[in-house]
Structures are given as structure tokens and as C-alpha cells.
């Protein structure tokens, strides 16, 4: 066990609706990372947080959004929701220093139809 | 796009037996890291090495690295069933933070 959790664990939802996705961070991590795993392949980067604000982003388009708060737990939210978002999401935490190893939670399985 | 590549993608042995796994990834790094995922669960991170690192030993874990060849290797020793799971490697590059992963390997081990 990691320590990351995250919420809700598998998640149904059609064409055009919206989601949240939530991701506790482990104790004194203020870095959070989000990944998107489709089926059979590796990990893509979405976005990064750091102390709040985003710092990264990956190539995918603004309707993936997010959010950290001031404990450090963190939210992914995707709008107008396409087929193609099918996948499993995690979230990674980590002290914020480069070299830091990441913590990534269990993830959410989310299906499009 | 994804910065690495695992080989094989796919693998198969027998208990006891040693699992190797190969990763090659296309542009400088700052370290590179190898996790390993049970049925599209979490990642659990196995072992780090660094650029400037050449082997590294965690249990029946060893990693290497070439970077001249931008290559690193994953070896599983005398191999269990629970070892059953797939195998991502994943890479820092310079003046970045974010992991970026390959396909993975997928590893069965049979008893």
C-alpha cells in the first residue's frame, strides 16, 4: 500500500457529461501528478501540481482540468466527456523534488459509453 | 507519444526461472525508474537508477543502464507466481519531472 488513495474506484458515465476524480496525497507530499492508462498501454501525463498550481501539462486539451487544495489532495475533472476517455486515471504524489520517487494510488476506472 | 519501449511485450516462464526485460528510450535522462502493475491496478514502484548510475540491486531486482545505448534492462531472479504482472519502465528526461512510460512487458510466471 502506497498510502494514495483515490475515489470513486470504477465510474460509468456517457457521451458529453462531466467527472471528478479524487486522489488523497500521502502525508507531507505536495506534488501531484495525473496519468491516463488506456487499455493495454503505458501511462500518459496529463497535468502536475505543485503547493496549488499547475506546473505541467502533458498533451492533452483544456477540457482536462484540475485542482489541489491546500491539503494536498487533488481533483481531475474532465468535461464534455468523448469515448476515447475510457481508461483507467491515476494519481501520483511525491515531496516535489525531481528525483523523488512517486506514489501512485490504486486509480479509477472510468468508462464512456 | 511515449518515451520508451519495452521488449518483450510480452512474456512467459517458469517458476524459478529468471525474467529479463529490456527498455529503450530516445532522449537524455535524468534517472529512470521501473514499476510493476497487477491487473490494471496501481503502479508500485520497483527501483531507481540514476543517469550516472550503471547497475543497481533491490532484492532479486537488478536494473541496468546504458545510456550511450539509451537502454536499461530489468531482471527478475529465480521467479515466483506472484510475480505474475505487467512490467513498465519509465523515464525522467533532463530538466523535466514528469514519468514518461513505455507499453510495458507483460509477465506470466507458471507454476
Known amino acids: 500500500e502506497t498510502g494514495v488513495t483515490q475515489s470513486p474506484t470504477h465510474l460509468i458515465k456517457t457521451r458529453g457529461q462531466q467527472v471528478t476524480l479524487r486522489c488523497s496525497s500521502q502525508?507531507?507530499?505536495?506534488?501531484v501528478s495525473w496519468y491516463q492508462q488506456a487499455l493495454g498501454q503505458g501511462p500518459q501525463f496529463i497535468f502536475q501540481?505543485?503547493?496549488?498550481?499547475?506546473?505541467g501539462r502533458g498533451n492533452f486539451p483544456p477540457r482536462f482540468s484540475g485542482l489541489q487544495f491546500p491539503n494536498y489532495s487533488s481533483e481531475l475533472n474532465v468535461n464534455a466527456l468523448e469515448l476515447d476517455d475510457s481508461a483507467l486515471y491515476l494519481c501520483?504524489?511525491?515531496?516535489?523534488?525531481?528525483?523523488?520517487?512517486?506514489?501512485f494510488g490504486p486509480g479509477t476506472r472510468l468508462t464512456v459509453l | 507519444s511515449q518515451q520508451g519501449e519495452e521488449d518483450p511485450q510480452a512474456l512467459s516462464i517458469q517458476e524459478g526461472e529468471n525474467a529479463t526485460m529490456n527498455c529503450s528510450y530516445k532522449?537524455?535522462?535524468?534517472?529512470l525508474q521501473w514499476y510493476r502493475q497487477n491487473s490494471g491496478r496501481g503502479l508500485v514502484h520497483l527501483i531507481l537508477?540514476?543517469?550516472?548510475?550503471r547497475e543497481k540491486h533491490s532484492g532479486r531486482l537488478r536494473v541496468t543502464l546504458d545510456t550511450s545505448k539509451k537502454s536499461s534492462s530489468l531482471l527478475i531472479t529465480a521467479s515466483r507466481a506472484a510475480d505474475t504482472a505487467s512490467y513498465f519502465c519509465?523515464?525522467?528526461?533532463?530538466?523535466?519531472?514528469?514519468?514518461?512510460f513505455g507499453a510495458g512487458t507483460t509477465v506470466t510466471v507458471r507454476a
Open positions: 501520483a504524489t511525491r515531496r516535489g523534488g525531481r528525483t523523488d520517487t512517486q506514489y
Open positions: 502525508s507531507g507530499h505536495n506534488t
Open positions: 501540481y505543485y503547493r496549488e498550481e499547475e506546473n
Open positions: 532522449t537524455s535522462i535524468n534517472n
Open positions: 537508477i540514476r543517469s550516472n548510475e
Open positions: 519509465a523515464s525522467v528526461v533532463l530538466n523535466d519531472y514528469k514519468l514518461s
